[in-house]
Every structure is written in C-alpha cells, then in structure tokens.
C-alpha cells in the first residue's frame, strides 16, 4: 500500500508540470491575475477517482454476506491508494505552480 501512496504524488506532481504547461495563464500588471487550468486532465482525474470509489462500493455491496467479515476495508488497496496520492499530488503541485507564476507575474 505504500508503494501507491508512495508513488502517486510523484505521478501527480509530474502531470502537474504537464498541466501548468498546458494553462492559459493572462497575468497583467494589475491584479487579479486569470489562469485556465487544462480540463482534459481535471476531467480524467475525476472520472479516475469516481470510477475507482464506484468499484469499491461495488466489491463491497455484492460481496457474499456469509464472508462480509473477511472483505477488505474501504481504503485498504494499493491502487486505491495510488488514485489518492495521484489526486493529491496533482492539485498541491498544480496549485503551489499556479500560486509561484502568478507571484512572479
């Protein structure tokens, strides 16, 4: 399990220096400045999460009930895991790069 929240921050932060490169940034010489994040990635990242919460509370609900002690818990899972650390780090990478050029801006 930690080898996916290990590894997923790293992925994140790597498609966030994809994702500040493909953003229309407009940054004047005065304030407030206007950013249009890439929603090619936004979207996949979503839809990544959302299908993975849908298939767990799959596995969960369509377990048989005679064995529902012996299901894993809801987080327990390396790819779950890697989807979590992949979203977090995006968003803190891509976020912390969005804060760097607009202050430079």
Do not use: C
Not at 12 to 33: D, Q, R, S, Y
Not at 74 to 93: C, D, E, W
Request: aromatic share 8%.
């Amino acid at each position: 399990m930690l080898l996916g929240l290990g590894g997923g921050p790293g992925l994140g932060g790597l498609l966030a220096w994809v994702g500040l490169h493909l953003t229309k940034f407009e940054i004047g010489g005065t304030k407030p400045h206007y950013y249009t994040p890439n929603t090619t990635i936004r979207i996949g990242l979503t839809l990544l999460v959302a299908g993975r919460v849908l298939h767990r509370i799959g596995v969960l609900y369509f377990s048989d009930r005679a064995t529902a002690g012996s299901t894993p818990a809801f987080m327990q899972g390396q790819l779950t895991m890697l989807v979590i650390g992949l979203t977090a780090g995006y968003y803190i990478a891509g976020n912390s790069g969005v804060l760097l050029k607009s202050s430079r801006g």
